[in-house]
């Protein structure tokens, strides 16, 4: 049974708490949470908007006893939402749940909520599967940040990407620390990696139309979903030819295991920029860092989503309002589904392990048109 914690956001800047809607563009300008203020946007591009993504501030377990906290999370859903919907409706839940199990935040924690959401996803796809053989092939990218007591997780499965901004004594200037780790072939490190666990696959990456892909297929090598690339059993008809490998397989050839770090956030740290890679596609970290600092933190997020559109009409020399006038579907020749969360930090409140402010729970990508 798939069951959702999902609760309304009901303080804010907006006439019903959960954004506004202009065209394919979503936004929450600005929100409170534990330890600061938030900034939320989406702009579509795909026929159906494939990125998920939310904001939870308050009890970070399941029995409410465990530690007070804001988790950031998004999903950038790639062969369509079904992947990145299941991962937004459950993974906090889950995440919760383990939380009050282990009585505190952990890595293994964390790493727990991952493979519990994607076994679930992974049963779902079992439970579909000749009704909806293409869900298979469905899967998203899941990037993932913890404030709490004054530390900051951050788990990644993907190529999603946070930039923390951090204001340097020295010079008075921002500097923009990539705390995320990706999983994208199209790296190095990343083909180095999965060359390694399959050492016996002279396939296992492969340039196609000057991109490298796991298979020829997908660029990322870590996801929730794919299941087609994780069990053989669904890489098979009635599974659509084109994800279809000639030869079987014996271990999953993506994983979902995220990349975990830590981090003891300093008094010199202002803000997180957590986006999908269709921002990062346009915008460079310290571009996107100057852009927080040197702006308003209302509606921040709506400005670095517009800054990325800006930036790819540019590329086609065309003018924003023209590119905005683009349908969804047709709008992915130009860019991706961008999600943008601006998360700011006031140090004063980071480390008091005492606060108890009302719950915060807020989601973008439901506003889907399709």
Request: charged fraction near 25%; proline fraction near 4%; include cysteine.
């Amino acid at each position: 049974m798939v069951r959702s914690c999902w609760k309304p956001y009901v303080d804010g800047d907006d006439d019903d708490g959960s954004g506004r809607v202009d065209g394919l563009l979503w936004y929450k300008d600005l929100g409170n949470h534990l330890y600061g203020e938030f900034s939320m946007a989406v702009v579509q591009a795909n026929r159906s908007l494939e990125d998920r993504s939310q904001l939870e501030s308050g009890p970070l377990s399941s029995n409410h006893l465990g530690p007070q906290g804001t988790f950031i999370g998004v999903y950038d859903g790639h062969g369509g939402t079904e992947a990145s919907q299941f991962v937004s409706d459950n993974l906090f839940c889950n995440l919760k749940r383990l939380a009050a199990e282990h009585q505190g935040m952990s890595e293994y924690v964390i790493k727990r909520a991952f493979s519990a959401t994607e076994a679930g996803f992974l049963s779902l796809v079992k439970k579909q599967w000749l009704s909806k053989p293409y869900i298979a092939s469905t899967g998203t990218c899941c990037l993932v940040g913890i404030i709490c007591d004054g530390m900051l997780y951050v788990a990644n499965s993907g190529d999603s990407r946070v930039v923390l901004g951090r204001v340097e004594r020295a010079t008075r200037e921002t500097s923009a620390i990539q705390l995320s780790s990706e999983h994208n072939v199209n790296q190095e490190t990343a083909r180095d990696e999965i060359r390694s666990k399959h050492p016996y696959d002279s396939q296992i990456v492969v340039m196609r139309h000057n991109v490298w892909r796991v298979k020829g297929l997908i660029q990322v090598s870590r996801s929730i979903g794919d299941a087609y690339l994780k069990k053989a059993e669904f890489n098979r008809e009635p599974l659509p030819s084109k994800f279809r490998l000639a030869e079987t397989f014996f271990k999953p050839i993506l994983s979902c295991e995220p990349t975990i770090s830590l981090h003891k956030l300093h008094p010199d740290d202002q803000f997180l920029i957590f986006a999908s890679d269709g921002l990062w596609e346009h915008i460079s970290n310290q571009e996107a860092a100057n852009i927080v600092t040197n702006n308003p933190p209302n509606g921040i997020a709506r400005r670095l989503v517009k800054t990325a559109l800006r930036e790819a009409a540019k590329k086609r020399e065309m003018r924003l309002a023209d590119l905005q006038k683009i349908e969804q579907g047709v709008r992915r020749d130009f860019h991706d589904d961008i999600t943008v969360i601006v998360v700011f930090l006031d140090h004063n409140l980071t480390h008091n392990s005492s606060l108890w402010g009302s719950p915060v729970s807020i989601k973008g990508g439901g506003h889907a048109t399709s």
